[in-house]
């Protein structure tokens, strides 16, 4: 199956600063990618979908210009939690879409904002 | 709005039990109906995907069937094993904009 890595994998960041996540399609070329959050014990929920080399499209509720996408390439994407809350401390998963089949889903970052 | 919901939210069972876990969606224009395993703390592990022109999948002991008519998905799994204890989550893809909505999740515990 097609491989979605993420990096870093765990992060912890003081308040107010800035983090950046990134998610790589190994094997394949993701036209679309999308960007998960999940707190604890509950489930996904979509914050944004990017498509290569145009701007992200946001959930409703989902701050653009707090939560920064880009697509660089069609293997790329990165996400960005502008100055950071104890409140954006959550799960965050990537996934990559193979011509609109099927999402393949990356190991996921868990944000831990102190 | 699509919703998905996820019956029973938590189960626990005797090792080799048969059980069945349950998916709900409210709108029957889906493109995919795909199950995913996830441990604690871990991502996602894809375990069956439905196209919305199938009716069900199988591989292993596991089991997913599709009713769009009814918005209902079922996963059966057979003789269970301490080693399924998982959280189990549907997801189902919009027909349109092939976006993904969440179910709420059944945390799933097998006693040995």
């Known amino acids: 199956g097609a491989v979605v890595s993420q990096h870093p994998s765990w992060v912890i960041c003081k308040s107010g600063t800035s983090v950046k996540i990134e998610c790589r399609s190994l094997?394949?070329?993701?036209?679309?990618m999308f960007w998960y959050r999940q707190f604890p014990k509950q489930s996904l929920m979509l914050m944004a979908t990017?498509?290569?080399?145009?701007?992200?499209?946001?959930e409703q509720g989902v701050e653009k210009d707090k939560f920064l996408i880009n697509h660089a390439s069609l293997t790329l994407s990165t996400l960005t939690v502008t100055s950071a809350h104890p409140e954006d401390s959550s799960f965050y998963i990537c996934?990559?879409?193979?011509?609109?089949?099927?999402?393949?889903f990356g190991p996921g970052t868990r944000l831990t904002v102190t | 709005k699509q919703e998905v919901t996820q019956i029973p939210a938590a189960l626990s069972v005797p090792e080799g039990e048969n059980l069945v876990l349950n998916c709900s969606f409210t709108?029957?224009?889906?493109?995919?109906l795909q199950w995913f395993r996830q441990d604690p703390g871990k991502g996602l592990t894809s375990l069956l995907l439905?196209?919305?022109?199938?009716r069900e999948q199988t591989s292993g002991r596991l089991n997913a069937s599709l009713d769009k008519s009814s918005g209902r998905s079922t996963l059966y799994i057979a003789a269970s094993q301490p080693g399924d204890s998982a959280t189990y989550l549907c997801?189902?893809?919009?027909?349109?904009?092939?976006?993904?909505?969440f179910g709420t999740g059944t945390r799933l515990k097998v006693l040995a």
């Open positions: 996934s990559g879409d193979l011509d609109s089949y099927e999402q393949y």
């Open positions: 094997d394949f070329q993701a036209t679309t």
């Open positions: 990017s498509n290569e080399g145009s701007k992200a499209t946001y």
């Open positions: 709108d029957s224009a889906i493109y995919n």
């Open positions: 439905i196209q919305s022109s199938q």
């Open positions: 997801a189902a893809s919009d027909s349109g904009t092939y976006k993904y909505i």
